[in-house]
């Protein structure tokens, strides 16, 4: 019975609202904390081979857990129906793609990276850090039902998002990439195709859907001040403002692991220096 409760989407319908800035939060907040941390010095300074193996088994794992959620969610639609609204049909679209900022860039940030796709490099590291963080602060499909039962869809929506705001991170820290602020155009342009794309699915896909929350306000009446206030509709002006300044805190973010690459380069060429 464990075994099938690990596999199961059961209690992901109930909104972890009530976990919210609670220690419960807090340990979970810390925990990604830890995690990010201890990868980070773990493989900072590892041989470049090596830090290329763990990128890719980042970005593979990344995937994987992906379609590990989807196998659940249709099989749990075959044989025991409705478990919750995350259960659907192998036919169903969110088998095969997503209109949701995160659910895009867990498929795109492996592609952007393998196949070094540079025009679309600085809005998927950006949004892909913003979207990560976002989920962290407030973990919807995280902290959901029991947050002591841990099943494989929290795992997977907890290591997810947790690896699109580290692997970005750690790929400036390397000095593998870089993000600049130069190419902020290409980050708005990004943004507004992401929203597009989140409104087609809503008005052409999935009459049900608030792909990016962009059709009613999840949080009116919740615990975040003055957005829980916003009636829907207004609040996209709100959202709109929130993730303007969200995008600039990130260009400050990624600044820390530049400069981390900055110094690491600076103490590597002085060891060369012949004395």
């Known amino acids: ?36 941390i201890i990868l980070m010095r773990i493989f900072l300074h590892q041989k470049p081979s090596i830090q290329k193996l763990f990128i890719n088994i980042c970005l593979v794992l990344m995937i994987i857990m992906k379609y590990a959620g989807e196998a659940i969610f249709v099989s749990e639609w075959y044989l025991f129906g409705a478990v919750s609204t995350y259960s659907h ?35 998927i590291f950006l949004s892909s850090i913003l979207g990560g963080i976002a989920v962290i602060i407030y973990p ?26 580290f692997v970005p991170c750690f790929l400036i820290a390397t000095g593998e990439t870089s993000v600049e602020r130069k190419n902020w155009k290409r980050t708005a342009i990004g943004v507004l195709g992401m929203a597009a794309w989140a409104m087609y699915g ?23 001040p003055i957005i829980n206030m916003i009636p829907d509709g207004y609040h996209v002006l709100v959202l709109a403002v929130f993730l303007s300044i ?30």
Request: with cysteine.
């Open 89 to 123: 049909s192998f036919w169903d679209w969110r088998t095969f793609f997503s209109f949701q900022m995160c659910g895009v860039n867990n498929i795109l940030l492996p592609l952007v990276i393998w196949f070094k796709i540079k025009p679309l490099k600085d809005y």
């Open 246 to 275: 969200g995008l600039i805190i990130c260009y400050y973010f990624v600044d820390i692991f530049a400069a981390i690459a900055k110094k690491a380069a600076n103490q590597k060429q002085a060891s060369e220096i012949p004395i």
């Open 1 to 36: 019975m464990r075994i099938l409760s690990f596999f199961s989407s059961s209690g992901m319908d109930d909104q972890p609202v009530q976990y919210l800035f609670t220690w419960i939060h807090l340990i979970y907040f810390l925990i990604c904390v830890f995690v990010f």
């Open 202 to 224: 809503n008005l052409f896909v999935d009459a049900k859907a608030n792909n990016m929350y962009l059709m009613t306000n999840p949080f009116f009446g919740g615990p975040i």
């Open 140 to 165: 919807l499909g995280v902290l959901s039902g029991d947050p002591f039962a841990i099943t494989l869809p929290m795992l997977r929506s907890m290591i997810v998002h947790l690896l699109l705001v």
